[in-house]
């Protein structure tokens, strides 16, 4: 069945109440455990509302939703496919993405596979909403080529700040406040973590929405042009806190998040 062919929401969709004690003794659960990300599906499950259910469903209804719809495109194959974007140049969007994703040694499909380990694809209601929810996961890894957040624990935490604006839910919130605290807890930084947290909602409200962009055309686009287009500033707090912690001996693995956490909060 095509995107086009889903209906808008399924019956089988719910939307739970608010639960934050529940989210809270699953952030723990994360902390105590970098790599059970499968954490993070339960605290969006606790703390999901309706705000961002709405947003997906105004998208949808929207010409560009539709154009997007009917396009069909596979984003993670299309992105994953570096062969694709080789006549680009080395200033483009796709060019600094591949470096990333090659530095990092990621990919689009491994997105996809650990959001399926919690909840198989044939467990999830098959319908125009759930398409949503996959761009916002599929398009995680070109947030951070777009934004200039890195992979390390701050620059995770700020980008769930600046998606949280962009797509609310209150989860995604929750835990980037909550890994803020952590990591001032654990590290006792001097850095203005907080602030550099702040810094991302307010770039992520000034921001066009990013997952909303036709990905095929922005690939090609100059990235500083792309970032112009976009509204989109540059993270300056966040790169003082690298300082800061890369002076006081923080700057280390420790602080390295998960690669799926925030692509799984949204």
Not at 154 to 160: K, Q, R, S, T, Y
Request: overall charge negative; aromatic content about 8%; glycine content about 6%.
């Amino acid at each position: 069945m095509s995107v086009m062919e889903r209906p808008l929401v399924h019956a089988d969709r719910k939307l739970n109440s608010f639960q934050p004690i529940k989210a809270w003794k699953h952030f723990r659960k994360l902390v105590a455990d970098k790599e059970d990300t499968e954490q993070v599906f339960h605290i969006i499950e606790a703390l999901k509302g309706r705000k961002n259910h709405m947003r997906a469903v105004d998208f949808i209804k929207s010409d560009q939703g539709q154009s997007l719809m009917r396009r069909g495109n596979d984003l993670p194959a299309m992105l994953d496919d570096h062969a694709r974007w080789s006549d680009c140049g080395p200033n483009t969007v796709a060019q600094h993405y591949i470096r990333f994703m090659e530095r990092e040694g990621l990919s689009a499909a491994g997105l996809v596979e650990e959001s399926h380990k919690w909840l198989p694809s044939d467990k999830r209601p098959q319908d125009q909403i759930e398409w949503y929810f996959e761009r916002l996961r599929d398009t995680h890894d070109l947030f951070h080529v777009l934004t200039g957040y890195g992979r390390d624990g701050l620059g995770e935490g700020c980008l769930l700040g600046f998606s949280y604006e962009q797509s609310p839910n209150l989860g995604i919130l929750f835990i980037a406040y909550a890994g803020n605290r952590e990591m001032r807890k654990q590290t006792g930084t001097k850095a203005p973590i907080l602030e550099a947290l702040r810094e991302g909602r307010r770039l992520g409200r000034a921001a066009k929405h990013l997952a909303h962009q036709e990905v095929e055309s922005l690939m090609r686009e100059d990235i500083d042009e792309a970032r112009k287009r976009l509204n989109l500033s540059e993270p300056v707090i966040y790169k003082q806190c690298l300082e800061i912690l890369e002076a006081e001996g923080h700057l280390s693995d420790d602080l390295l998040a998960p690669q799926q956490v925030q692509a799984q909060a949204a």
